[in-house]
């Protein structure tokens, strides 16, 4: 005999469908485990006695397959364009947020300056403008992490600028952790060559870009 799904039934298997589903995605969640690029505070260039240094550092512009709280993996030996997009391992914030947060208080804490982009600035101060955009970032397991950076900063009382380009890589052991704390490593050098270039342009606007 052929059995038929009433109204009421219908209704009822499609709640107990939705309601696996929504169990499914927050089991996808909920045991996931959060990292951060911002690191330990680095050593301050400046002294006591210098200046204080201001700079404004713009949304840091990343590859749109990047600017997601999950970590995307690149498949090891280049010869794969296929990526990994893991959903137990996350950033604590979109990845351009946590690059963004990661790079200010690299250069911040470097030159003893403040990011007038999150405090606001005042009339008749002297700015650093700096743009910087992610242009490659590679993350393999058990191997390492590259990356890419270019930034631009111009000073906003005299128009002067300066673009430079820098990228690097960081060796890693096993684990998803290592893997977050070579990204880490990656994003404070690059905090640091932009600080190193900034106290350069400070003292002679045609400085070259650091190594």
Not at 76 to 97: C, H, I, K, V
Request: proline share 5%.
């Amino acid at each position: 005999m052929k059995q038929f799904l009433t109204p009421s039934r219908c209704l009822m298997s499609a709640s107990v469908l939705a309601a696996a589903l929504l169990l499914s995605a927050c089991g996808s969640t909920s045991n996931a485990r959060y990292y951060t690029l911002s690191g330990p505070a680095a050593n301050a260039f400046a002294t006591a006695s210098t200046a204080p240094v201001f700079i404004e550092l713009a949304p840091v512009a990343v590859p749109e397959r990047l600017a997601r709280p999950q970590m995307v993996l690149t498949k090891p030996g280049g010869q794969s364009a296929e990526l990994e997009l893991l959903e137990q391992y996350r950033w604590t914030s979109s990845f351009e947020n946590e690059m963004r947060d990661a790079l200010s208080a690299g250069i911040t804490n470097r030159l003893g300056a403040v990011d007038v982009s999150k405090s606001g600035r005042s009339q008749g101060q002297t700015v650093w403008r700096v743009a910087v955009q992610l242009r490659q970032f590679d993350a393999i397991e058990n191997t390492g992490v590259g990356a890419a950076f270019s930034w631009t900063a111009r000073r906003s009382d005299t128009g002067a600028n300066a673009a430079c380009q820098w990228s690097g890589s960081e060796p890693v052991g096993a684990g998803m952790d290592a893997l977050a704390q070579g990204a880490q490593r990656i994003t404070d050098r690059a905090a640091q060559k932009i600080a190193s270039h900034l106290a350069a342009l400070a003292t002679n606007p045609a400085s070259p870009c650091p190594r």
